[in-house]
């Protein structure tokens, strides 16, 4: 059984940063691919960075340039540094790990961006 804990979340003004993190219990972590997606209210998840086992990664197209998307399998952690953060930005932020025939994920932490 995997279980995924993100933090990290909270208000931030237009332009700053946050760094969020989400750690996983087990010994599978390193093997497996981990996403970041996020929901804002009344719309649906989306994808918003990726990284495979062995570290590439891949963003969506509204993030790229501003979040950065990294793992340290030693930690069992994977975290998304959001730099120049938009008010469009906020949402509740999930972590997921891709395992085929598992549904894996945390229970969010939420961003929101605001003056």
């Known amino acids: 059984q995997v279980q995924l804990v993100e933090s990290g979340g909270g208000l931030v ?4 940063s946050l760094r ?11 093997r497996h691919a981990m996403s970041w997606y996020r929901q804002a209210p009344g719309n ?3 994808l918003v960075a990726r990284i495979t086992s062995g570290g ?3 963003y969506a197209d509204s993030v790229k340039g501003r979040f950065t998307i990294s793992r340290d399998n030693a930690k069992n952690t994977v975290y998304l540094e959001m730099k120049d953060l938009k ?3 906020t949402a509740n932020y999930y972590c997921n790990l891709e395992r085929p025939g598992y549904d894996y994920w945390g229970q969010g932490t939420q961003v929101t961006v605001s003056s």
């Open 56 to 58: 590439r990664t891949n």
């Open 20 to 30: 969020l993190s989400c750690a996983a219990s087990g010994s599978i972590f390193r």
């Open 44 to 46: 649906q998840r989306e």
């Open 87 to 89: 008010t469009e930005d």
């Open 13 to 16: 003004q237009p332009g700053g």
